[in-house]
């Protein structure tokens, strides 16, 4: 359903998620969750665990639904991992109103905006942490400190994502 649109007109029209890893010392492995709203480009929710399951997935969407208190109707875009494709994420997406894109088999282009931030955050803080308490407190700075506040985005105008969303709330 997405098709390669990567762009919103508002805030909470469409977002797309995914998650990825960390090495944690010598082969301990860290999963990000994360849901980036195609608007501003703003991480709106994000989780991490030493476990990829559903638990990880849902523990970033309702951190996105309790930040953004989204309207029905808004994209919510994935592959078809099974923490995504699951029953209780899909049942989660529909109580708050959220319509569920996924990509075909083999098809990474609608998802390319996320793999996009993935790749950004481990070239700017890197893949590999010493502990699991050093790589929660880095990936929080991050995100919630430089990339969604500070980090300059061609995309918007070489702002960052919340300075984006202030100034086009402002205009309105």
């Known amino acids: 359903m997405l098709d390669r649109q990567f762009a919103a007109e508002r805030p909470n029209q469409r977002w797309v998620s995914d998650t990825t890893e960390f090495v944690i010392g010598g082969n301990a492995k860290l999963y990000l969750a994360a849901i ?9 929710g994000w989780a991490l665990s030493a476990v990829n399951d559903r638990h990880l997935t849902l523990r970033a969407l309702d951190m996105a639904v309790k930040r953004r208190c989204p309207d029905p109707g808004l ?4 592959d078809q991992g099974c923490t995504y494709a699951g029953e209780d994420y899909r049942t989660r997406l ?4 959220i319509t569920c894109s996924m990509s075909r088999r083999g098809n990474c282009y609608d ?22 308490a ?12 430089f990339y969604n506040q500070r980090r300059r985005h ?10 984006f969303e202030r ?3 402002h205009a309105a």
């Open 36 to 44: 980036l709203d195609l608007y501003s480009r703003f991480i709106v």
């Open 154 to 163: 061609s995309t918007l105008g070489l702002i960052s994502p919340a300075e």
């Open 134 to 145: 050093h790589a929660k407190e880095a990936l929080f700075d991050y995100i919630e400190v």
């Open 75 to 78: 994209l919510h875009h994935s």
């Open 94 to 97: 529909e109580h708050h109103g």
């Open 111 to 132: 998802n390319a905006v996320m793999e996009s931030f993935f790749a950004t955050v481990k070239n700017e803080e890197g893949e590999r942490f010493e502990s699991y």
């Open 167 to 169: 100034r086009t709330a």
